[in-house]
């Protein structure tokens, strides 16, 4: 019998790339991170991505309430974005004023450097209780710029990053963790059913 923390460490398996997932309502633009984004359609014609965004977190609200996302696959050099989005809310502080980037066609932030972008608008919800899955279509894709300072590069997976995170960050994130799983902990059981309002009758 597997004790929950081996079950936790084999799940850890399934763990998507790091991506920064981008969100702008009312002239206020945002972004965060994730390690819980799939590709969601084998069929090419219908390409999707879905994401789990706790409700704690500022872009939840930004993302429900618009239902549009930016979703980018970053590259091995982008520490410093995964830093400044997945640290801190952007409820204190506008993360993105130090992160070059412009609107895209959906008018979510597009990051200039990235491996690449997806924009997605929300094609339906599922309530977790601690968080939603968001089901994106994709609208709008690229690639990042490539500049000598930002080649495009290796696609940060979430074991790139475990290994190779600055040690002083490592504190901080485990307290983040932590944070998280409690609040996922306490919530988790209480699973609404939402009708996403874009479906149709
Ligand atoms: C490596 C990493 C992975 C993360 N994965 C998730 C995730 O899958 N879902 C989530 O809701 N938050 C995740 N976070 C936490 C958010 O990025 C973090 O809470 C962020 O500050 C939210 O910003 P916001 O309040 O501006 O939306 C992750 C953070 C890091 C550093």
């Keep these: 019998m597997l004790t929950p923390d081996q079950t936790y ?10 991506v920064a997932v981008t969100s702008a309502k009312d002239g206020k633009h945002n972004g965060m991170i ?13 390409p999707r ?3 789990y965004v706790h409700k704690f977190n500022y872009s939840h609200d930004l993302i429900f309430q618009t239902g549009r996302f930016g979703l980018h696959l970053l590259h ?8 400044r989005l997945g640290f801190v809310s952007g409820r204190d502080a506008d993360k993105l004023a ?4 412009h609107l895209g066609t959906t008018g979510v932030p597009v990051l200039d450097d990235c491996h690449a972008h997806f924009e997605c608008a929300v094609a339906n919800v599922m309530d977790t209780g601690s968080s939603t899955c968001f089901l994106g279509d994709v609208v709008a894709v690229g690639f990042g710029a490539v500049t000598a300072n930002a080649p495009r590069g290796e696609v940060m997976t979430a074991a790139y990053f475990r290994a190779h995170m600055p040690p002083e960050w490592r504190q ?5 963790l932590q944070r998280a799983q409690r609040f996922a902990e306490q919530h988790s059981r209480n699973i609404r ?3 996403w309002p874009g479906l149709s009758a």
């Excluded at 901080?172 to 983040?176: C, D, G, L, N």
């Design 98 to 101: 130090e992160v070059p980037h």
């Design 34 to 46: 994730l390690d819980s984004a799939i590709r969601a359609s084998i069929v090419p014609t219908v």
């Design 172 to 176: 901080t994130y485990e307290a983040q």
């Design 49 to 51: 991505v879905s994401v």
């Design 193 to 195: 059913a939402v009708r």
């Design 9 to 18: 460490q084999l799940l850890r398996a399934l763990t998507s790339p790091i």
């Design 76 to 83: 091995t050099g982008q520490f410093d974005v995964i830093h």
